[in-house]
Nanobody
Framework: QVQLVESGGGLEQAGGSLRLSCAAS????????MAWFRQAPGKEREFVAA????????YYADSVKGRFTISRDSAKNTLYLQMHSLKPEDTAVYYC????????????????????WGQGTRVTVSS
């Protein structure tokens, strides 16, 4: 079992930056592949970024590539999402997710691949 708690959301102007954090507790953080997803009002949840257990592999949705960076700190049991050049279309509730991973370099991009989810943190980008 792992518990996930996101933080760092808020209101930001277009072009600004935010850093989201996801604190993990429970079983060893290093055995989980992790990801960020988001859900905008009236829309389905969508994949944002994923990272492997060993941070060796990352993958991004085209909509955030070059603007967002996913990272993890095993010493702090924390997953991050650094967001730059924010756009109004980035407005959403952001969720972190975790799943056990047998491969240290594997990442996963489907929501159904993940068994553990945080409660979400809201990001609002004004134009």
């Amino acid at each position: 079992q792992v518990q996930l708690v996101e933080s760092g959301g808020g209101l930001e102007q277009a072009g600004g930056s935010l850093r989201l954090s996801c604190a993990a507790s429970g079983r060893s953080f290093s055995i989980y592949a992790m990801a960020w997803f988001r859900q905008a009002p009236g829309k389905e949840r969508e994949f944002v970024a994923a990272i492997s257990r060993n941070s060796g592999s990352t993958y991004y949705a085209d909509s955030v590539k070059g603007r967002f960076t996913i990272s993890r700190d095993s010493a702090k049991n924390t997953l991050y999402l650094q967001m730059h050049s924010l756009k109004p279309e980035d407005t959403a509730v952001y969720y972190c997710a975790a799943r056990l991973s047998s491969g240290s370099d594997l990442y996963y991009v489907r929501g159904n691949d993940y068994g553990y989810w945080g409660q979400g943190t809201r990001v609002t980008v004004s134009s």
